[in-house]
């Protein structure tokens, strides 16, 4: 089992940044890949950015050029840079493993952004 903790969530105006970070224990050789997703009020869980095992990162669109992921292996360790906030990135923001077989979740993180 891989257990996910994530923290950096908060409040923040528009324009303003927050950094997420996620740590992984367990059985952290079973993860493929790591990122981050969010839920809004009201709408589906979608991918925000994903790191895999081999260093390669994907994002959603809607946080290109905003957002930075990276990884420190050593402390089992991601972390979401996030700059140049908007109002609709506020969201639940939950950190994801991607396991060999499944995935594991983080509890979630609220992120705010509002003047």
């Known amino acids: 089992q891989v257990q996910l903790v994530e923290s950096g969530g908060g409040l923040v105006q528009p324009g303003g940044s927050l950094r997420l970070s996620c740590t992984a224990s367990?059985?952290?050789?079973?993860?493929?890949?790591m990122g981050w997703y969010r839920q809004a009020p009201g709408k589906q869980r979608e991918m925000v950015a994903v790191?895999?095992?081999?260093?390669?990162?994907s994002f959603a669109d809607s946080v290109k050029g905003r957002f930075t992921l990276s990884r420190n292996n050593a402390k089992n360790m991601v972390y979401l840079q996030m700059n140049s906030l908007k109002l609709e990135d506020t969201a639940v923001y939950y950190c994801?493993?991607?396991?060999?077989?499944?995935?594991?979740w983080g509890q979630g993180t609220q992120v705010t952004v509002s003047s």
């Open positions: 790191i895999t095992s081999g260093g390669s990162t």
């Open positions: 367990g059985s952290i050789f079973s993860i493929n890949a």
């Open positions: 994801n493993a991607r396991l060999r077989a499944g995935s594991a």
